[in-house]
């Protein structure tokens, strides 16, 4: 019992202490809503983890307190409407303190006002399709060849040799940094999602339906996220890299028309 | 009315009427397809012990998970529990058999046809069924040869369960010994009420949906397909009106069992009898109005999201007041730690931990982020397996020497518990770290960084799976303890501890006084 | 209860659960699929514009721009190639604007094939009222037909006031079979 305990209380723990490299914990991610998502994570595991504190704690010290080996009488209350009205009570405020910050927090997400600019993201079995609105910018993001090779069954090759091994593509999505990039998905065959843990995006792109959603990245960098929908055999491999560029990088990368492969 | 005793050889199974012989058939079922299930997880887990694909190619790797995922909803979990309530319901309540004891039969023999279905898919071209036990268009509708094996295999469940729900039911209300009004009855049958209520509700909702697969790809419909005027989240939306409500069909029999059980084993009334049955009443209506909280990236409104984040917020409570009344039960009582105490404990703590990950995926903006990934995983593997299937064998093992009249091997039991309870935390809790890390679900391979936990949790899983061994072990030398008295434990409360162990193959052909069921021993 | 009792009890509670069970059978398929579809047209919900013809009445706002996104796609590799003619367009509220998309059939064979359209963002999808559409019934193709295709539509001015950008996406697709629920 106690080692069960002292496992999960631990682990929680380690979560909040891991380092970066070891990615134990959801990423604080580069932009200012996926930082209000970490926060609501942290803030109802910490609940969570406070709550049980108390919970199992109560179950741990009655398995020694109350055991007949130690002699005990069993009580005979059966019932007790104060308990009862009690923690039905405590729960709600708990689950209030927490549901007014998460709807602060999605009132904020829907709000795609004002983008700076559009690309339409299209799904397909197995790869990424990326068209730039109103630029002449278009092309298609598969799994970079280096992973293609090691991923085959028995190739061979040691994925720890591949660098960023099944998150590296052959063309990234390149965007500047600050923009408001509003994306629209959908899908050519099945259903899939786009998600990129550090810009807190996770949206289904859909045959037949167009989905809207927009993020700024404050910090330039590189951000590998993957399918998030079961969409086939290779769901595993149809990864995404965002490439979030300075503002004058991008102009050139545009310029430079490297993207432009239909 | 003439006592004969069972029948001879397999007639007896065949044409089996009697509670007993069909809950030992659905249990022996279900223990087979759970090793079934449980090794198409060990190669699942087997591909994912390290990064690279070394055993098996990604299509028939998705036909594991497919595969996997059915045989233990439909062929392990909920067969056990219908097992379980054939053999304790009518001796609960004090009735001779099931009300319906002929469809009772057909009930059961309708299984081992699905199931053999469902196999043989793996056989077809194309393969077994890959699009995930959610079956989602119009992923679904390139299922090969398979597809419609699979809807038929789910009708034939489907109709298997809403049969024996009505059995349930109609046993329920109509059956009870005099004496015996609604609130007197025992927690394992109240749970079972209402969960045969949820099942009659939305088993047919499912059949519906895979109806509407089946006419999409073979008749020319488009209730899924964009192209002529369908859309296929209209699935998701009918699949999950039936999924959630499926989940608290597996969990809400376990609420029942451990309800039981502890306590028996605290020597002590369970705590706030009424305040349980108000409590599984209010899950069970909750449970209709939850279901897009499996579907939050799929594009909804905000409105929506914001009405299913609250309602499934809301579930919460019901659930944490069952939670604080199996504490209330354990406080000042005087517990002993057999086999079936140990388990419902364990069933307890971890069940709690499965239930914090919930709340946790109910936060819209942070499920955006766990949804589809090994956090979610992680999620229901710990209310299923240390909840769902750890109340299972808490109940097997509780009831055991009542059926063959012998104690189980008690060191082999504590045996079997203490592994599987190590196991299971090594198998899953690292999980939670994949999701968080940004591990995605139902994929055959990873990148480098999610290795040295998915190692553990493969590790863990080969420890379960053998551990699981230690329980067949009990099973197969149930007989050999030494005889077991009515009563079986000190202090068990219900009418099933009334009659002789092991139970005669007829019990209560003339009612009990109920008085007798909920009195304590001494 | 006596025996015969409770038989009668049994059948009669059994009927009534077959009953249940077979009206939630019809409910799951007769019932949700169109419920479904009047809720996506009552509330607007899931991006589904009008598929017939709106009235046109115009009344326009020219105090407010909105700026309309054309977004095409081609399901499947069908052998369509489908465009706008222009990305994109500002718009006031209550005029009336035509907007064309070219087609191409790319085979050698006749085909015909069907426009879906989607709306973003939800709130928008009452208030893009599409007056002559040529997603409102499916088109045949000759063997490397290339057709400009219609759309004529109204931005209705109670569009809410934080939505600036709306977009209208059309899938196309090879229409093997064309039933409308």
Redesign the interface.
């Given at each position: 019992?106690i080692?069960?305990?002292m496992?999960?209380v631990l682990?929680l723990i380690w979560?909040s202490a891991a380092s970066a490299d070891?990615?134990?914990?959801?990423?604080k991610g580069v932009t200012a809503?996926s930082a209000?998502?970490y926060d609501?994570?942290m803030l109802?595991?910490w609940w969570?983890t406070g709550?049980?504190a108390v919970?199992?704690g109560?179950?741990i010290v009655?398995?020694f307190k109350?055991?007949?080996?130690r002699g005990?009488?069993?009580?005979?209350?059966?019932?007790?409407t104060i308990?009862?009205v009690i923690?039905?009570t405590i729960?709600?405020f708990i689950?209030l303190f927490?549901?007014i910050p998460?709807?602060e927090?999605?009132?904020k997400?829907?709000?795609?006002?004002?983008?700076d600019m559009?690309i339409?993201v299209?799904a397909y079995q197995w790869r990424w399709h990326y068209k730039y609105?109103?630029q002449d910018v278009e092309f298609y993001s598969s799994l970079a060849l280096p992973s293609l090779k090691?991923?085959?069954?028995?190739?061979g090759?040691?994925?720890?040799s591949v660098e960023?091994?099944?998150?590296e593509v052959d063309h990234p999505l390149v965007v500047p940094r600050g923009a408001k990039v509003?994306l629209?998905l959908?899908s050519?065959?099945?259903?899939h999602?786009w998600?990129v843990?550090e810009l807190?995006?996770?949206?289904?792109a859909?045959?037949?339906?167009?989905?809207?959603v927009w993020f700024r990245a404050e910090e330039s960098g590189i951000y590998r996220?993957?399918?998030?929908?079961?969409?086939?055999?290779?769901?595993?491999?149809m990864p995404i890299v965002v490439e979030v560029l300075e503002a004058d990088a991008y102009a050139a990368w545009i310029e430079a028309g490297t993207g432009s492969n239909k | 009315m003439a006592d004969h005793g069972p029948a001879r050889g397999i007639r007896r199974w065949l044409y089996a009427t009697n509670h007993k012989d069909i809950g030992t058939m659905y249990l022996v079922f279900s223990l087979i397809m759970f090793f079934v299930g449980g090794t198409m997880a060990l190669v699942i887990r087997s591909e994912l012990m390290s990064p690279g694909l070394q055993f098996v190619h990604p299509e028939f790797f998705n036909q594991m998970t497919t595969m996997h995922a059915l045989i233990m909803v439909f062929g392990a979990v909920m067969p056990a529990f219908v097992g379980l309530a054939n053999w304790m319901i009518p001796m609960m309540i004090g009735a001779p058999d099931m009300a319906l004891p002929r469809m009772n039969n057909w009930s059961f023999w309708i299984l081992p046809v699905a199931f053999s279905i469902l196999m043989s898919t793996l056989l077809m071209p194309g393969g077994a069924p890959a699009s995930g036990w959610t079956m989602y268009p119009p992923l679904v509708l390139q299922t090969g040869d398979a597809f419609p094996f699979l809807i038929f295999s789910i009708h034939l469940m489907g109709l298997s369960s809403i049969m024996g729900a009505i059995n349930i039911i109609v046993t329920i209300l109509n059956m009870r010994a005099p004496d015996m009004w609604l609130l007197k009855m025992p927690m394992f049958v109240w749970t079972w009420l209402i969960t045969a209520y949820l099942l009659i509700a939305v088993m047919p909702v499912l059949a519906g949906a895979v109806t509407m697969l089946l006419t999409d790809q073979f008749f020319g419909t488009s209730f899924f397909l964009a192209a002529g005027g369908g859309d296929p989240v209209m699935f998701q939306h009918i699949f999950w009106f039936f999924g959630h409500p499926e989940v608290y069909i597996m969990i809400l029999p376990a609420f029942g069992v451990v309800s039981e059980i502890i306590p028996t084993f605290s020597r002590k009334p369970l705590f706030g009898h009424d305040a349980m049955v108000y409590a599984a009443s209010c899950i069970a209506f909750l449970s209709f109005i939850v279901w897009a909280h499996h579907m939050f990236t799929v594009g909804m409104p905000l409105s929506g999201q914001l009405f299913f984040m609250f309602a499934t917020m809301l579930i919460a409570i019901p659930t944490g007041v069952k939670i604080f009344n199996w504490v209330g039960t354990m406080w000042r009582g005087a517990m002993t730690f057999e086999t079936p105490m140990l388990f419902s404990l364990a069933f307890v703590f971890l069940f709690t931990i499965g239930g914090f990950s919930g709340v946790m995926l109910a936060m819209v903006p942070a499920d955006i982020q766990y949804h589809d990934s090994y956090f979610v995983v992680a999620h229901f593997h710990y209310v299923l397996v240390p909840g769902s299937v750890f109340a299972i064998f808490a109940a097997v093992y509780y009831w055991l020497p009542k059926w063959t009249g012998h104690m189980y091997n008690e060191t082999a039991g504590k045996l079997h518990f203490w592994a599987s309870a190590i196991f299971v935390n090594l198998t899953f809790f690292p999980m939670h770290f994949l999701g968080l890390a940004g591990m995605p679900r139902r994929i055959p391979d990873y990148s480098t960084q999610f290795a040295d936990f998915n190692a553990m949790a493969t590790i863990g899983a080969i420890g379960f799976g053998v551990s699981q061994l230690i329980f067949l072990y009990v099973l197969l030398t149930a007989k050999k303890g030494a005889e077991a008295t009515d009563r079986v434990w000190e202090a068990p409360r219900g009418l099933e501890w009334t009659v002789p162990s092991p139970a005669p193959y007829h019990t209560f052909e003339t009612p009990p006084k109920a008085r007798i069921a909920t009195e304590a021993f001494e | 209860m006596d025996t015969e009792t409770t038989q009668l009890s049994n059948r009669s509670l059994t009927v009534r659960l077959v009953l249940f069970a077979t009206g939630m059978f019809a409910f799951g398929f007769l019932v949700l699929p169109p419920l479904y579809d009047v809720f996506c047209e009552i509330t607007g919900f899931g991006g589904r514009t009008n598929t017939t013809a709106a009235l046109a009445e115009e009344s326009p706002d020219l105090s407010r721009t909105v700026r309309i996104e054309f977004v095409t796609t081609v399901n499947n590799f069908a052998p369509w190639q489908f465009e706008p003619a222009v990305d994109s367009m500002t718009v006031h509220p209550g005029q009336m604007y035509y907007a064309a998309f070219n087609a191409t059939n790319l085979s050698a064979e006749d085909r015909t094939g069907q426009a879906v359209p989607s709306i973003s963002p939800v709130s928008a999808t009452e208030h893009f009222r599409k007056i002559e559409c040529f997603c409102f019934s499916s088109q045949e193709f000759a063997a490397n037909e290339q057709r400009a295709l219609p759309l004529q539509f109204i931005v209705d001015p109670n569009l809410p006031e934080y939505v600036d950008t709306i977009t209208l996406s059309y899938t196309y697709f090879e229409s093997k079979h064309v039933t409308r629920r």
């Open positions: 019992m080692q069960k305990f496992l999960s682990s979560t070891f990615a134990l914990n959801m990423p809503l209000e998502t609501i994570h109802v595991l969570c709550i049980g919970v199992f109560v179950m009655s398995l109350h055991r007949k080996s005990v009488q069993p009580a005979d209350f059966s019932h007790s308990a009862e923690w039905t729960p709600v689950l927490m549901a998460a709807a927090t999605m009132i997400i829907e709000d795609s006002r004002d983008p559009s339409v299209t609105q109103d090691a991923r085959v069954k028995s190739s090759i040691d994925p720890f960023n091994y099944l998150l509003r629209l959908t050519n065959d099945v259903v999602s998600w843990p807190a995006i996770k949206k289904d859909i045959p037949g339906i167009i989905n809207e996220g993957q399918c998030a929908e079961l969409c086939g055999k290779d769901h595993g491999y | - | -």
